[in-house]
């Protein structure tokens, strides 16, 4: 008997037989501990009552399985009182009491479960020299102890979807460290609240703009300093100023890369010469700058006047609510939509050339032409459960039908009609599309297809929320081609006056000027814009927070690095993770 620098063991063990074959190699282990202490009382026993042998798996060795034959000794406790009276003694350093695998050979195969889903992990584990089964692996994973609760000063707190757009959880993050401290089963006040009171040495908490987390750190650490995370301020800007662009885009430029003397825009974005409306922006700026010098202040924070009617306007729309303003606008978005394609029609345009030209689908282009009206959106119920179709239940006649090879998306859609489908065809439609990926490809049959009405594309105005990044993005971070859009959108008077504001607010934030960002707001107030007014609202109810924010280095940043780990977590595990799981995958990461 004698050990082996390959197959370290504890004291007080010896290796005895070994059997080698060409796949395994089986080692015998005896113990020789002169005593055992019993599990239920302590005391120690050296009455050996009888041998048995357990079988335990190791680390593998030399690409081989290595099995541990552990000859155990039961032992006699001799305390009367104790109700165990036959115990086996316990090898605590080697393998705990019950297992089949060694301590060694669980660390290893925690850890590949921690790199990888467990069905990968399943057939990872025969290259390795192990064999595991994906809900072995899942239980051991589960058995993982939580980590020790350190004290934490910085914490950073942020939301991530469990299900998105159905159910959320909290990730709490030590921000000095950029360790996540724990996942929590919601997002709301009541759900961090328990966390937060015990750790009362939390002195810095930094957060999204939610108003549940601010509620929490209030109650449970008013002595803590909230900062809200300059990432989240940016964007609740830019989501601001799409709203604003959803109103105005008439007035943003066209995608291609057009010299600017060709493009015609003007207040309404109808209309007007390009010359006028540059004499009148170089009037506006001299004005400006006659200003600027007589106040000794930048041209930046000078803001052009607006003309009445438009500020009449913007009074209008702060009467209605958010709700009803944001209905508003979508509307008027596709009311005008409508009347673009009446106008082209009129103007003898197929309806092929008209989705072409205007980027819309030709199904939508003949239900505006065949409406005798504009076509109002039907109110929702709002009955339906989440995460459910109508064609659930057809599916496997489908894919029955379609197996047999029947591909027509018309015939299917009659047979599951006359079986009750009350769905639309568009949703079969999308099922079929996709199935139809899996077919092999074959040669195009019948006559060659219609030549193009049009040789060239038609142009089609920038989109809300590209030219909103636009007015946020650093001058110097622009492309030529959006350069020449920011200049096409400033010919506007009030997308100018929102694009200083912007640049300024960013620049502010950036260089952490928090002595100007009271001026900035009381300007951006009183330029009577009803969604500039609206974010400005939203950051005086914050606006410790925001001030913090302007002014302290902590940010948000690290925090949102682990949510977008924990959300390729769950894509790893096919999104079927259960919290516990999560949580052990994001605190015990390899």
């Known amino acids: 008997m004698e050990t082996s620098p390959f197959l370290p063991l504890p004291e007080g063990m010896l290796i005895g037989q070994v059997e080698l074959t060409a796949a395994q190699l089986t080692v015998e282990v005896i113990s020789t501990q002169p005593f055992a202490h019993c599990p239920g009382c302590g005391s120690p026993s050296d009455h050996v ?20 034959r552990l000859c155990v000794r039961k032992f006699v406790c001799r ?21 089949r695998v ?49 004290p934490v000063r910085v914490l950073g707190i942020d939301d991530f979807a469990l299900r998105r757009g159905d159910c959320y959880g909290t990730i709490l993050v030590n921000l000095e460290t950029g360790r996540p401290l724990d996942l929590l089963p919601d997002r ?19 957060r999204d703009r939610a108003s549940a987390y601010a509620d929490a750190v209030k109650r449970a650490l008013p002595h803590a300093t909230q900062i809200a995370d300059r990432y989240h301020l940016v964007q609740n800007l830019r989501e601001h100023l799409q709203r604003f662009l959803d109103r105005k ?6 995608i291609e890369d057009i010299p600017l003397q060709a493009v015609s825009t003007s207040h309404q974005g109808l209309g007007g010469s390009v010359n006028d409306q540059m004499d009148t922006v170089t009037s506006n700026v001299s004005a400006g700058s006659s200003q600027a010098e007589r106040t000794d202040q930048p041209l930046e924070t000078v803001q052009p006047e607006l003309p009445q009617e438009l500020m009449g306007r913007e009074m209008e729309l702060t009467c209605l609510t958010y709700a009803e303003r944001k209905k508003k606008i979508s509307r008027d978005k596709r009311s005008a939509r409508y009347e673009q394609v009446l106008a082209l029609h009129r103007a003898g345009m197929g309806q092929r050339a008209i989705g072409r030209s205007l980027q819309m689908s030709r199904r939508i282009v003949q239900r505006f032409l065949t409406a005798d009206a504009f076509p109002e959106r039907a109110p929702g119920s709002g009955l339906r459960a989440p995460g459910k179709s109508k064609l659930d239940p057809y599916l496997g006649y489908l894919r029955e039908r379609w197996n047999a090879g029947e591909h027509s998306g018309s015939h299917l859609f009659g047979e599951i ?16 599309g996709e199935w139809r990926t899996e077919l092999p490809s074959r040669s195009r049959r019948g006559p060659p297809r ?33 350069q020449q859009q920011v200049e096409q959108m400033n010919l506007n008077e009030e997308l100018r006056a929102v694009y200083l504001l912007s640049q300024e607010f960013v620049t502010l934030l950036k260089e952490r000027q928090v002595e100007a960002l009271d001026s900035w707001l009381k300007r951006a107030k009183e330029c009577h814009m009803s969604e500039l007014g609206s974010f400005v609202n939203g950051i005086r109810r914050d606006s410790a927070a925001v001030h913090a924010a302007f002014s302290l280095p902590w940010s948000n940043g690290t925090t949102e690095g682990h949510v977008n780990r924990l959300k390729f977590l769950k894509r790893q595990m096919f999104g079927r993770a259960h919290l516990d799981l999560l949580r052990v995958k994001v605190l015990h990461a390899v």
Not at 79 to 99: D, I, M, S
Request: with cysteine; hydrophobic share 35%.
């Open 49 to 68: 009552h009888c041998h048995y042998q357990r079988t335990v798996h190791d680390v593998p060795c030399g690409g081989r399985h290595v099995v541990l």
């Open 79 to 99: 305390t009367a009182t104790c109700p165990r009276k036959v115990f086996a003694e316990r090898l605590p350093e080697l393998v705990q009491p019950w297992a």
């Open 102 to 150: 060694s301590n060694r050979l669980l660390e290893e195969l925690q850890a590949v479960g921690l790199s990888a889903s467990a069905e990968v992990s399943e057939r990872l584990a025969p290259r390795l020299g192990m064999q595991v089964k994906a809900s072995t692996l899942l239980r051991y994973l589960r058995a993982l102890p939580p980590p020790s609760d350190a």
């Open 188 to 206: 709301t006040a009541d759900a961090v609240l328990p966390w937060l009171k015990r750790h009362q040495e939390i002195d810095v908490v930094s």
């Open 249 to 254: 885009r008439t007035c943003l430029p066209q």
């Open 417 to 432: 009609k006359q079986r009750g489908y009350t769905g639309s065809a568009s949703l079969l439609r999308h099922v079929l």
């Open 450 to 482: 219609k030549p193009r009405l049009s040789s060239t594309p038609s142009k089609r105005r920038l989109s809300s929320r590209g030219a909103a990044f636009l007015m946020i993005l650093s001058p110097s971070k622009l492309t030529k081609v959006q």
